[in-house]
């Protein structure tokens, strides 16, 4: 009686010793490649990739025990069901695995085209419902259940699901739009119809996260994106323009005043984090107003955030010069004549 299940016992522990070898061989390789080809995955994931490892080893140590002991007769059911229950273990982790490599690729993809963190919640979650949504069918085939019926069945439960949730599913086609348009992805920094206006975290079947520059998450229906104007500051670059409008008095040199404003933006963009180094600053004068003469001082900064403290600096800086150079930035001037 020993004898008979002694092979089986042997088995079975050499299983889990290789699967614990096996485990940690492969946890030190794929954070090896992890970080030398900066794939981006979490100590979370791999993790997870190492006891996916150890489980099919750990099954198929389970499946080999088995298969060399020697059972009466009256355990034959209970033995093919513990070997159907073996298989459906290992579909359910081997679909698990899959939509999580192909998740992982998707993502290191999307890191070397964007030179961003990828947080593209939808893609994810249609990936892994395709994948469980085969698993499950082949599960089904694995029991010797008829999946015709339960196809058709799915079909007319589709239809009905479908308009009941016609605001939701248009939400995660319009989402899916948004993504194959590549006009707003991740990372990117949006202006939508209505003031809101931030960076983009997070783009789920349902909605599309803004974080704003005061810190708080604007929750949007892609729909509402969808049929919105939007402006993207990071399209078709980073780099945009930023307009700064003054005003001088009219008794002021105005060859004068756009060589002292154009010589300080100039210092601006090249010594100020933020400004386009190579940018050739210029002004335009367009107003005779109440009180000066308007001008706008163009500039450019590398992303849209970066206007803010350019701007701050310019004001300082050209506002500093001109009281060195005796140029006057008039207060609100009203003349007023009494008629006799």
Do not use: C
């Not at 803004?210 to 670059?237: E, R």
């Amino acid at each position: 009686m020993l004898k008979t299940y002694l092979y089986p016992i042997v088995v079975f522990i050499i299983s889990i010793f290789i699967g614990f070898i096996f485990r940690l061989i492969f946890k030190n390789r794929i954070s090896h490649f992890n970080q030398k080809f900066n794939l981006g995955l979490s100590l979370k994931t791999i993790a997870f990739f190492s006891n996916i490892f150890f489980l099919w080893i750990l099954l198929l140590g389970i499946y080999f025990s088995i298969s060399l002991a020697e059972f009466p007769l009256k355990f034959q059911k209970i033995i093919n069901f513990i070997n159907k229950l073996l298989i459906i273990l290992f579909i359910i982790s081997l679909t698990w695995f899959s939509a999580n490599i192909i998740v992982s690729i998707f993502n290191f993809y999307i890191r070397q085209k964007t030179e961003l963190p990828p947080r593209v919640s939808i893609i994810e979650i249609i990936i892994k419902i395709l994948f469980f949504f085969v698993g499950f069918i082949i599960i089904l085939d694995t029991l010797d259940i008829t999946i015709t019926p339960f196809i058709t069945s799915l079909g007319i439960a589709g239809l009905a699901v479908g308009l009941a949730l016609q605001d939701t599913l248009g939400n995660l086609f319009a989402g899916l739009h948004i993504l194959m348009t590549k006009q707003i992805k991740p990372g990117d920094y949006i202006s939508i119809e209505g003031g809101f206006e931030g960076f983009v975290e997070d783009i789920t079947w349902r909605n599309t996260t803004i974080k704003t520059l005061a810190n708080n998450l604007v929750i949007i229906p892609n729909s509402k994106i969808a049929s919105s104007i939007v402006t993207n500051y990071f399209l078709p670059d980073k780099e945009l323009a930023v307009l700064v409008q003054v005003g001088v008095s009219y008794g002021s040199d105005l060859e004068k005043v756009e060589k002292v404003t154009i010589e300080v933006a100039r210092e601006v963009m090249k010594e100020f984090p933020g400004g386009v180094p190579d940018f050739e600053p210029f002004i335009r004068y367009h107003t005779f107003g109440d009180f000066s003469i308007n001008f706008t001082v163009i500039l450019r900064v590398q992303s849209y955030t970066d206007r803010y403290p350019v701007i701050h600096e310019f004001v300082k800086r050209l506002h500093k010069r001109y009281k060195e150079e005796g140029i006057e930035i008039p207060f609100p001037i009203r003349t007023i004549y009494l008629k006799q």
